[in-house]
């Protein structure tokens, strides 16, 4: 062990009559702590809940979507699709038919997204099918009949109050024309399953059923609203959908998951910034306490380092006694705080311990993703704002005159 890291220990040992200092270093020790743990802990938050709503976004919505610029269905889609599913980057691409209904059950009537899907090929591209809580996809595949198969968000059949094997009317306003005006469209669905996405935004408002039964209800003959394609590289998304354009023709247009819910995304980066900087605020007070901390010990050991001078030691060592001191406080204060943010994040993530409301924030708990890398820039931020708070103390003391300060001993 070198000089200087000697001393430095030896000096954070208080004796009885430095009680001041010692509290003063437990309270620094405790800043940092309390700094790092939450910073880990509010990030963990942060990138849970981005996580999860990109999960749960990409899990229902194809990565990028193509349509007519113009509003019309899509003719000669089958195609078209299996062109687009040549694309490089391209894993799948699906049909689909979108619009909005009103849904009657035994309890009441509610509006509701429904979604004409072709199963084999919906599996491919998205995975709320694979949530099913009840019921059974197949009958989406079989012949439409009197009464074609429906599946519902969980949120929704609650609310309707019907359960798998049930009929419900979907009353579309696309109907046909007559002398007094478009009269609605009314028809009955067998509910033929129950999913359970875990986003209440789906489980409240979507419907799937079969491509064929939603173009019957729509009077769409043989087109779709989009083909959705979903991609092996998210972040390609932009990308892809200009070459899906091209490939398509004049005519249609594309869009993709990140233009969709750019806004989302902007406030979760937007929050994450401001979370890092108003917990960051408790570093810099424990900055502030070891600063006070050393400079204060500096004047206590005034007598002491004019001896370590007259003894020989250099100006450049005296000042690393008191680098190491505050780097000692930082190093121990973020270890604990890393430490403890990352077992507050595994406990809340394992055990779910902080519950929500579904129907306000779309999930029914916390969600924690504490990231590696998180933890290095934090401990790297945290341990340089403590050697920050060394400098002046540290060079104040190298510039003690030993003659000035032993003239009376």
Known sequence: MGFELWVALRYLKARRKQAVLSIITVISIVGVTAGVASLVIALAITNGFRRHLQQSLLSAIPHVNLMRVNGEGISNWEALAGRLARLPHVVAAAP??????LLSGPQQSQGAMIKGVVPALELQSGDLLRHLKEGDIRPLSEPSGEHPALILGKDLADALGVRTGDTVTVTSPRGRLSPVGELPRYKRFRVAGIFDSGFYSYDAEWALTSLKAAQQLFLLDDQVSTIGLRVDDLYRAPQIAEQAKRAAGPGFGSTNWIEQNRTLFSALRFERTVTVLIIGLIVFVAALNLFIRLYL?????????????????????????????GLVIGGFGTALGLAVGYVVSWLGSRYRLIRLETDIYSISYVPFDARWVDG???????ILISYLATVYPARSAARVAPAQALRYE
């Open 297 to 325: 010990l500096v004047v206590e050991k005034n007598r002491e380092i004019a001896v370590f001078m007259a003894l020989g030691a250099r100006g450049p060592q005296v000042r690393r006694i008191f680098q190491y001191q």
């Open 96 to 101: 689909a038919v979108y619009a909005q209904v």
């Open 376 to 382: 290095l820039w934090i401990a790297a931020a945290a």
